[in-house]
């Protein structure tokens, strides 16, 4: 596995620190957003990167999720987003354990994440999905 690959699933987790505060630091550190009603760069980077996916165009895809740091000025619900295509890109790239990574670290980042109906089940990444749900369930359930 590339180190950009687990860089960018903790980065993308480790994001919660930042309480999804929507703006996004300039090179002389003072945050800006964007204008009302735009799309932040991080959210037209996973848009770029799903129109990719959908063309089939998967390591394009990968490298628009992995190379983005303005992801992680974005609310949790959009770095998960990002961290489940990342996870279908690895999947459908045969790239299992990077999947089952990248899912583990949406489901740190957000527990009660569900796939979309059509998207559950789905061969490439329904079984990796569910096991990383269920090993998610387990590290959260008490010992006694």
């Known amino acids: 596995m590339r180190p950009g ?11 919660v620190a930042l309480g999804g505060c929507g703006s996004v630091p300039t090179s002389d550190g003072v945050p800006t957003r964007p204008p009302a009603g735009e799309p932040s760069e991080g959210r037209r980077q996973i848009e770029r990167a799903i129109a990719a996916f959908e063309q089939g165009r998967f390591p394009e895809s990968t490298r628009l999720l ?7 000025a974005e609310p949790v619900a959009v770095r998960a987003q990002a ?8 999947c459908v790239a045969g790239r299992r354990n990077a999947c089952r990574r990248a899912f583990d670290a949406l489901l740190v980042l957000e527990p009660a994440f569900e796939l979309a109906p059509a998207e559950s089940g789905h061969p490439s990444w329904g079984a ?14 008490p010992v006694r």
């Open 5 to 15: 690959v687990r860089m960018t699933a903790v980065l993308l987790a480790a994001g």
């Open 128 to 141: 990796e999905f569910d096991q990383a749900r269920a090993a998610a369930s387990a590290a959260r359930a």
């Open 66 to 72: 992995q190379e983005t740091p303005e992801l992680l």
């Open 83 to 90: 961290l489940k295509w990342l996870a279908f890109n690895h």
